[in-house]
């Protein structure tokens, strides 16, 4: 057995749901059993093709295993057959490049067979991928030589096709009113040959055109013949993509609860369909429909399975989408570090696609580039060389590379030129940022030294503390209950002294242990700093009788200990200001890590303050912000009397690494 076969093998191992024999093509396992011959090949294209809007890795390892055995016997129709079912395969994951390839592949194998049908249909497969990598005027010029053969061949259904792809790469050129007019000719041809289902495809290209004419009455009234021509014949994908359109309209015209009963229904047929990519399309919609209704907190789930589903299938335009509707929704949340990631990642996306495109692109200029040239070089050598023609042409090619090395050397001494002043202007500015960081240290040097003393205090202070009067404070209640085993059992006044004795002696054991607790915690050094947080609140707010809640998130790793003592101190301080002034009833404490910086928020709804008391020296302010400062971040405070406040830390992890 081949290596693929068992890779397939081991495939259908983990799918069991798929080794169920179908109505119709026979299942994988019988494929897989059947001789390798003419037969096997197409049956393992016809189950590539079937699998692909089931589960694409399954369809592609059919379609290999297809292409391979149809090279090991030499069946040619058959190799062209792989070719194209792996083309649409990556078409639907939008790597163009590959699916471009192939279809070269193809098309030379069909050519040299003579396979009109053949190589119309690949034609037009080509100006899909032309249409989507946006090389409209190239992909226009593939479904001409698409439409010529259908119609010299037929049939008229395979016209209508061709008709409908021109009018979509009219409307992409914003031909609208041409594109309206090319709809219309394939809707006439469908209707001509009674071709119910592609006339109520066109209906649906052609709302499409009529909504951006503006024509909306009309493109809705199509719309819904449309889908009420899908339902009756109940074709659940194709009247799953008449929903999803009109829901778009509705929704633009501001008509959301009609956006959300269509969008709804759409995405009901589609799970039902298991089109992943469609799912997430519609997914998307949903959620941005529940984001202009109001309700962001409803639309983060939606759009969250919508990223998950494009990012499994390669669907990187609804990646996208998702990625802003997810920005739009915590934007309405107020969620301001969520909505600045997603949308980072929305654009950062957007640029990596376009950064492929382009590249790809120009890889496929350069390769044409090549051809061109060497085609000229060959037909330079069966030209007379001899001719004054052609030696005036050479010698018009001569002056012009002369001309284009003499304004590449200009431009690269131009290019010189600039880069040394701009390494010139860098110079300064670090000689200039030099300077600031001396006179910066200088000034921060005294106050980190303050720091570190008195943290090395407090360390100093627990430990005593704990192994001198906690030591100290043992001895004790072990010497007063061996006195309390020694006392007679009649004396009922010296034991109930005894036993008060114990009480205050334990009672000042925990007082000592908190109190070198709060000098140095213990689990600051041993678990790390979220770990000493949740303890410290717990410690604080349980006893207080305070709704608390902490969040940590991305901040598994240790971090050095100066950052972590820093970060403590500063939750200990604004612990201590909760208690003692917020009169707050619930206290809410996040720490994370977010694009290179660990960030907390510390929120509570007290009764909060007005301006005058945020002067940087009320309730350990001052302490708190030169903390931050010398953890190389920030420190701020958000408040408004009788609503609470906020505070914010945020420190660059690429300062982890402190100076001394």
């Known amino acids: 057995m081949s290596p693929s ?6 495939l259908l191992v983990l799918l069991p749901s798929l080794l169920r024999a179908q109505d119709g093509p026979p299942s994988p396992a019988s494929v897989l059993a059947m001789p390798d011959d003419t037969a096997k090949v197409l049956a393992l294209s016809d189950l590539c093709f079937g699998y692909r809007r089931i589960d694409a890795d399954s369809a592609l390892l059919f379609g290999r295993e297809a292409l391979d055995l149809s090279q090991r016997i030499r069946y040619r129709r058959g190799e062209a057959q792989a070719l194209n079912d792996l083309a649409i395969i990556h078409i639907d994951r939008s790597s163009f490049t590959t699916a471009d390839s192939l279809l070269q592949q193809a098309l030379a194998i069909r050519t040299a067979l003579h396979d009109s049908a053949g190589v119309g249909a690949i034609h037009n497969k080509l100006g899909n991928i032309r249409q989507a990598q946006f090389r409209l005027e190239e992909a226009l010029q593939e479904n001409i030589k698409a439409l010529r ?22 409307f992409n050129l914003r031909q609208y009113k041409e594109a309206l007019a090319t709809h219309r000719s394939a809707a006439a041809v469908r209707e001509r040959i009674g071709d119910g289902q592609g006339l109520a495809e066109s209906k649906g290209n052609m709302a499409n055109v009529l909504v951006v004419l503006g024509d909306t009455a009309e493109a809705l009234r199509l719309f819904g013949e449309a889908a009420a021509y899908f339902r009756a014949k109940d074709l659940k ?23 959300l009963a269509l969008f709804s229904e759409a995405l009901a047929l589609r799970e039902a369909g298991g089109e992943q990519k469609a799912i997430a399309s519609t997914l998307t919609g949903l959620a941005d429909t529940r984001v202009r209704m109001g309700r962001p907190q409803a639309a983060v789930p939606l759009a969250h399975r ?38 980072e990642r929305y654009s950062a996306l957007r640029d990596s696609v376009f950064s492929a495109d382009m590249g790809a692109r120009l890889a496929e200029l350069e390769t044409r580039y090549n051809v061109e040239r060497k085609e000229l070089e060959i037909e330079r050598q069966r030209a007379d060389i001899a001719s004054r023609d052609l030696a005036i042409a050479e010698l018009d090619r001569q002056a012009e590379r002369r001309r284009f090395w003499l304004a590449l050397a200009i431009g690269a001494i131009g290019l010189v030129v600039v880069t040394g002043l701009l390494l010139m202007q860098v110079q300064r500015r670090k000689a200039k940022a030099a300077r600031d960081a001396a006179l910066l240290a200088e ?22 503390l704990h192994d001198g009067i906690g030591q100290q404070i043992t001895g004790l209640k072990f010497r007063l209950e061996d006195i309390a085993g020694r006392v007679p059992q009649g004396d009922a006044a010296a034991t109930d002294r005894i036993r008060e004795a114990l009480s205050l002696t334990e009672e000042a054991g925990r007082d000592v242990r908190e109190i070198a607790h709060g000098m140095m915690p213990r689990s600051l050094g041993t678990l790390g700093l979220a770990p ?69 928020l510390v929120n509570d709804d007290g009764r909060g303050f007005g301006p005058d008391r945020d002067n940087g020296t009320g309730m350990g302010l001052a302490g708190m912000r030169d903390r931050a400062r010398l953890l190389g971040g920030t420190f701020n405070l958000e408040s408004a009397p009788g609503q609470g406040t906020t505070a914010t830390l945020r420190i660059p992890l690429e300062h982890s690494t402190l100076p001394s």
């Open 306 to 343: 919508a990223l998950a589903l494009s990012a499994q299938v390669g669907a990187r335009n609804e990646r996208m989408q998702a990625m802003l509707v997810l920005a739009r929704a915590y934007a309405g949340l107020d969620n301001g570090d969520s909505t600045y990631w997603y949308h």
């Open 5 to 10: 076969v068992r890779g397939l093998g081991a």
């Open 237 to 259: 994908r194709e009247l799953a993509v008449q929903l999803h359109n009109e829901a778009g309209v509705r929704l633009s015209m501001g008509e959301t609860a009609k956006a």
């Open 532 to 600: 000493a947080l949740r303890d410290l609140l717990g410690k604080a707010f349980d006893r207080a009788r305070i709704t608390w809640t902490f969040d940590a998130h991305g901040v598994d790793q240790r971090m050095p200990e100066e950052m972590e003592v820093g970060v403590y101190r500063i939750v200990q301080e604004l612990v201590g200001n909760i208690l003692k002034h917020a009169a707050a009833r619930e206290v809410s404490v996040q720490l994370l890590r977010n694009r290179g910086n660990l960030v907390l």
């Open 443 to 464: 000034r921060e040097r005294g106050l980190r030294a303050l720091v570190a003393g008195t943290d090395a205090e407090r360390a100093r202070i627990a430990r005593e």
């Open 149 to 170: 053969i259908f119609e010299r061949i037929g049939p008229p259904a395979k016209e209508a096709i061709i008709l409908g792809n021109i009018a979509i790469l009219q």
